[in-house]
């Protein structure tokens, strides 16, 4: 970082946070882990459900709601203690992507929330439509966060499968094309971790969950 700040920043695939108990137990691990932004993916979170999701939050919460309450919903969490001003929020209609503009002393920052769509026909077109959507609403130049479950590895090393994901090439082009670096994988070179496994096999799983900044972040 070139300013005095360390965020700590978390990306998960909560599969519904309409169960009480679950989403204070999710909560109660943001806050024990110091989270300060946390991108949460499939909340399940509709317009008829929203107010109980947002109560328990003790802090800002962003959502792109869902019309189902069994699928899709992304929401941005920071946590109340975080010295920033909201500038403006953009979202999709699907419950897939979410984009706030925000200022940490004084500077423009952008965090993005995804949730790529798992057939492997849509995502080509998912990731285009994300690059241009982050472009055209992204005030940020030198802060740029994107997490989320993107539903595709990047690269070889990511994944332990049987099959092989054919839109590899153009998450590639998302990253370069936004000069986004994994943060994970620049801290633990030559390490490999996955964060879906397969429950019939677990002998297949891959790292599909991703958080990105620009270079300028490290």
Not at 10 to 30: A, C, E, H, P, W
Not at 43 to 48: A, E, H, K, L, P
């Amino acid at each position: 970082w070139t300013m005095n700040l360390n965020l700590r920043v978390l990306s998960l695939n909560v599969r519904g946070l309409n169960d009480k108990t679950k989403r204070l137990g999710i909560y109660q691990f943001i806050k024990d882990k110091n989270i300060d932004i946390a991108c949460l993916q499939e909340t399940f979170c509709t317009i008829n459900n929203q107010r109980k999701i947002d109560l328990d939050w003790n802090g800002s919460i962003f959502h792109c709601l869902t019309e189902s309450a069994h699928s899709r919903g992304v929401s941005i969490l920071i946590r109340r203690s975080l010295n920033y001003n909201f500038v403006n929020m953009f979202k999709s209609n699907d419950g897939r992507r979410l984009l706030i503009n925000i200022e940490i002393e004084n500077e423009p920052f952008t965090i993005v929330n995804i949730y790529a769509p798992n057939v492997q026909h849509d995502q080509k077109i998912f990731f285009k439509r994300c690059e241009n959507w982050i472009k055209q609403n992204s005030d940020a130049t030198n802060y740029l966060i994107i997490a989320g479950d993107f539903n595709c590895t990047y690269n070889v090393n990511d994944q332990c499968s049987k099959s092989r994901n054919i839109n590899t090439k153009h998450f590639t082009d998302f990253l370069n094309h936004l000069n986004l670096k994994d943060i994970w994988k620049l801290h633990n070179p030559g390490v490999q971790k996955f964060t879906w496994i397969n429950p019939a096999d677990i002998s297949q799983g891959s790292r599909i969950d991703y958080i990105f900044t620009t270079q300028y972040m490290f």
